[in-house]
Each structure stands twice: as C-alpha cells, then as structure tokens.
C-alpha cells in the first residue's frame, strides 16, 4: 500500500471516528437537555470518556493527526479528515465545553 492509500484510508476512518464521536457529544448534552434516556445514552457517555481519556493522555491533540501528518509527505496543508480544515480546527474549543455541558446537566438531573 502506498502512502497516498495510506492517507486516504487513514481520513476516512478519522472522519469517521469524528462523526460517532460529535455524534455521542450531542447524544449526551440532548440527554442532559431534555432528560431524554433509551439504550443510546450508556454507549454515548462510554464512547465520550473514551475520547476524554485519549485526548488527554495524547496532550489534548487527536493522536490521528500526527499519523496523517506522516503520510502526507510534502503536502503539509492536508486536512486530517474529509471535512474542511475550517471545520474542524475548532474541535476542541467546541465539543470540550459541549461535554462538560452535557455531563454537567446531566448530573444534575440524575442528582435531583
């Protein structure tokens, strides 16, 4: 497999990944909003720990990134996923206060 392959393949499952996981985050703060439950609530909050945990031992940066960065060879401008660049440069600063939102309502909710 080349690189260019490589590259590819490695964007599409990190889109992927991207979406499951915005997915999740806005799964938990709808829960967390409305009070809403079912069987998608439990996968969520475990699918969005897993991602605290990894963005955290990872030093806050997606450690996909760095692998797209390596297969991208002399094209440093390539997204690392299949989005535009512009949308995700902000993941972060985005979806972090989203969860802390989310478990926050949630909390409160279960606390009450």
Do not use: N
Not at 29 to 56: D, K, M, R, S
Not at 59 to 69: S, Y
Request: charged share 10%; aromatic share 8%; proline share 6%.
């Amino acid at each position: 497999m080349t690189d260019p392959q490589r590259l590819i393949l490695v964007r599409a499952l990190h889109t992927a990944i991207y979406v499951i996981m915005a997915s999740a985050v806005l799964l938990v703060l709808y829960a967390g909003a409305t009070g809403a439950t079912g069987p998608w609530l439990w996968p969520a909050l475990g699918l969005v720990a897993i991602e605290v945990v990894v963005f955290a031992g990872s030093g806050m940066k997606c450690p996909l990134t760095v692998i797209v960065a390596r297969y991208s060879g002399e094209r440093p401008q390539v997204s690392d996923t299949f989005f535009p660049e512009r949308c995700t440069r902000h993941t972060l600063r985005v979806f972090g206060p989203l969860i802390v939102l989310g478990l926050m309502l949630l909390a409160i909710r279960w606390a009450l």
